[in-house]
Protein backbone atom coordinates (compact mmCIF):
# COMPACT_ATOMS: atom_id res chain seq x y z
CA UNK A 1 0.00 0.00 0.00
CA UNK A 2 1.27 3.79 -0.65
CA UNK A 3 0.36 6.22 1.52
CA UNK A 4 0.36 10.09 0.53
CA UNK A 5 1.02 12.67 3.48
CA UNK A 6 -0.42 16.35 2.53
CA UNK A 7 0.16 18.42 5.28
CA UNK A 8 -1.57 22.07 5.52
CA UNK A 9 -1.35 24.03 8.78
CA UNK A 10 -2.84 21.62 11.88
CA UNK A 11 -5.13 19.39 9.03
CA UNK A 12 -3.58 16.33 7.79
CA UNK A 13 -4.76 14.26 4.61
CA UNK A 14 -3.59 10.57 4.37
CA UNK A 15 -4.50 9.02 1.01
CA UNK A 16 -4.04 5.75 0.87
CA UNK A 17 -3.61 3.06 -2.23
CA UNK A 18 -4.06 -0.42 -2.41
CA UNK A 19 -5.54 -2.70 0.42
CA UNK A 20 -5.47 -2.43 3.93
CA UNK A 21 -4.64 -5.53 5.20
CA UNK A 22 -2.71 -7.52 7.99
CA UNK A 23 0.35 -7.10 6.41
CA UNK A 24 -0.04 -2.87 5.43
CA UNK A 25 -2.14 -1.60 8.64
CA UNK A 26 1.06 -1.44 10.77
CA UNK A 27 2.73 0.83 8.26
CA UNK A 28 -0.56 3.21 8.44
CA UNK A 29 -0.59 2.78 12.01
CA UNK A 30 3.48 4.04 11.73
CA UNK A 31 2.67 7.14 9.46
CA UNK A 32 -0.13 7.73 11.62
CA UNK A 33 1.89 7.68 15.10
CA UNK A 34 4.52 9.58 13.52
CA UNK A 35 2.79 12.70 12.21
CA UNK A 36 -0.35 13.38 14.60
CA UNK A 37 1.61 16.18 16.41
CA UNK A 38 0.20 19.66 15.91
CA UNK A 39 -2.45 18.05 13.71
CA UNK A 40 -6.23 18.48 15.09
CA UNK A 41 -7.82 17.71 11.62
CA UNK A 42 -7.26 13.82 10.19
CA UNK A 43 -8.35 13.28 6.56
CA UNK A 44 -7.68 9.42 5.36
CA UNK A 45 -8.84 8.94 1.82
CA UNK A 46 -9.75 5.85 0.97
CA UNK A 47 -10.73 6.24 -2.86
CA UNK A 48 -8.10 3.58 -4.11
CA UNK A 49 -8.54 0.85 -1.24
CA UNK A 50 -10.85 -1.42 -2.59
CA UNK A 51 -10.76 -4.51 1.10
CA UNK A 52 -10.20 -3.18 4.64
CA UNK A 53 -9.19 -6.60 7.24
CA UNK A 54 -9.93 -6.80 10.87
CA UNK A 55 -6.76 -4.78 11.05
CA UNK A 56 -7.15 -2.04 9.27
CA UNK A 57 -10.04 -1.31 10.76
CA UNK A 58 -8.59 -1.39 14.36
CA UNK A 59 -5.93 1.20 12.91
CA UNK A 60 -9.14 3.42 12.29
CA UNK A 61 -10.59 2.93 15.10
CA UNK A 62 -7.35 4.05 17.45
CA UNK A 63 -6.38 6.83 15.25
CA UNK A 64 -10.65 7.80 15.41
CA UNK A 65 -10.07 7.90 19.38
CA UNK A 66 -6.88 9.25 19.57
CA UNK A 67 -8.33 12.47 17.21
CA UNK A 68 -11.23 12.81 19.38
CA UNK A 69 -9.20 13.71 22.02
CA UNK A 70 -7.03 16.60 19.98
CA UNK A 71 -9.91 16.95 17.31
CA UNK A 72 -11.63 15.31 14.55
CA UNK A 73 -11.53 12.49 11.88
CA UNK A 74 -12.52 11.80 8.49
CA UNK A 75 -12.60 9.12 6.13
CA UNK A 76 -13.75 9.90 2.43
CA UNK A 77 -14.15 8.72 -0.78
CA UNK A 78 -14.95 5.46 0.45
CA UNK A 79 -16.51 3.34 -2.05
CA UNK A 80 -19.27 0.53 -2.16
CA UNK A 81 -17.19 -2.48 -0.83
CA UNK A 82 -15.30 -0.68 1.56
CA UNK A 83 -18.50 0.70 2.96
CA UNK A 84 -19.81 -2.75 2.49
CA UNK A 85 -17.25 -3.52 5.56
CA UNK A 86 -18.10 -0.48 7.63
CA UNK A 87 -21.80 -1.83 7.50
CA UNK A 88 -21.25 -4.64 8.75
CA UNK A 89 -18.85 -3.99 11.37
CA UNK A 90 -20.67 -1.24 12.88
CA UNK A 91 -18.03 1.31 12.11
CA UNK A 92 -20.46 3.16 9.56
CA UNK A 93 -22.03 4.60 12.87
CA UNK A 94 -18.58 5.19 14.59
CA UNK A 95 -16.46 7.35 11.70
CA UNK A 96 -17.40 9.72 10.50
CA UNK A 97 -18.03 9.32 6.39
CA UNK A 98 -17.92 11.77 3.75
CA UNK A 99 -17.95 11.26 0.09
Known sequence: MNITKTKN????????????????????????NES????????????????????????????YKTMTKKGSMVVRHVNKDVMDIFSMTGFDSILTIEN
Do not use: H, M, Q, W
Open 9 to 32: GSELLLELDGNLDTSTAPDLNKVI
Open 36 to 63: LFGITSLIIDLENVTYVSSAGLRVLLVA
